[in-house]
């Protein structure tokens, strides 16, 4: 699919960037901002690949100073992946637009990507804020994701959903954590369960998956599961609204698949 970037490295011939920040983007001007000012400092270039942007995401993203590209959206692992090969750092961070760094996670990127003896791949500590609330229990509040990379060993997986970054070599992992700001207010939440539990019903229909009775038993168990083993319900109001969130997710990808095959 053809990119359409509306500008682009004016001098080629430029010292290559040491570290591209990379995001995709779509209607994200209440969160790019603080995204784009969190890695300010430590990205020497920021790339950015839109699928659309009816609001002030593409102003927001050029008043810091981005690459910006267009690009219609498919599936999550295949834009993704479009993005990362519009980078031209050294190092690639791949970030969202609800993701923030910490200071603490910047200056060891920092470190990192100045190192001749780094690993090729970092995982981070990713964290989870709630309708305004640090999530810590539940399976939500802590999780390590891999974001950070020597370019030319990255990849993403070609999913449609859940994409995640693959490194072709040695992985460590950073003590600074990654901060998710996630969902302001429910009907967002909703809204994202909705589109997302359409790709995964058609990933899983692709790949000959069938409804099953038993995954009526997905709601109390992801709810018993998320409360009490993971201790979610010490999170309080939201920490059982996002386990009960959870729940619906998990069933709503398998009540698509089965209506899709009626």
């Known amino acids: 699919m053809r990119l359409e970037p509306s500008h682009l490295n004016p001098d080629p011939a430029a010292v ?7 995001l995709i983007v779509n209607n994200e ?6 995204c784009l000012e969190s890695v300010r400092g430590i990205a020497d270039e920021i790339v950015i690949l839109d699928s659309g942007s009816t609001d002030g995401t593409v102003a927001i993203a050029r008043e810091h100073g981005a690459r910006i590209s267009t690009r219609a959206f498919d599936d999550f692992g295949r834009q993704k992946q479009a993005a990362l090969e519009l980078a031209t750092g050294e190092w690639i961070l791949s970030i969202d637009a609800d ?3 910490t200071p603490p996670l910047a200056r060891e990127i920092a470190r990192v990507v100045r190192d001749p003896n780094a690993a090729d791949g970092y995982w ?3 964290t989870m804020v709630y309708l305004g609330k640090r999530l810590r229990f539940g399976g939500a509040g802590s999780e390590w994701i891999l974001r950070l990379a020597r370019r030319q060993r990255a990849r993403f997986a070609p999913l449609p959903v859940h994409e995640h970054l693959i490194v072709d070599g040695r992985t460590e992992r950073l003590a600074g954590a990654l901060d998710h700001l996630k969902y302001r207010a429910l009907r967002e939440h909703v809204d994202t369960i909705n589109r997302y539990t359409e790709l995964a019903a058609r990933r899983k229909g692709e790949a000959g998956r069938r409804f099953s009775v038993l995954h009526v038993m997905r709601i109390p168990w992801e709810l018993f599961s998320r409360l009490v083993l993971r201790l979610g319900i010490l ?10 969130m959870a729940a619906f997710y998990a069933f709503v990808q398998y009540a698509k698949l089965w209506r899709k095959a009626e």
């Open 16 to 22: 290559p960037p040491l570290l591209s920040a990379v």
């Open 124 to 126: 981070v500590r990713r």
């Open 235 to 244: 999170d309080g109001r939201a920490g059982i609204i996002h386990a009960a």
């Open 29 to 34: 001007e209440a969160h790019l901002a603080a």
């Open 99 to 101: 993701e923030r760094v």
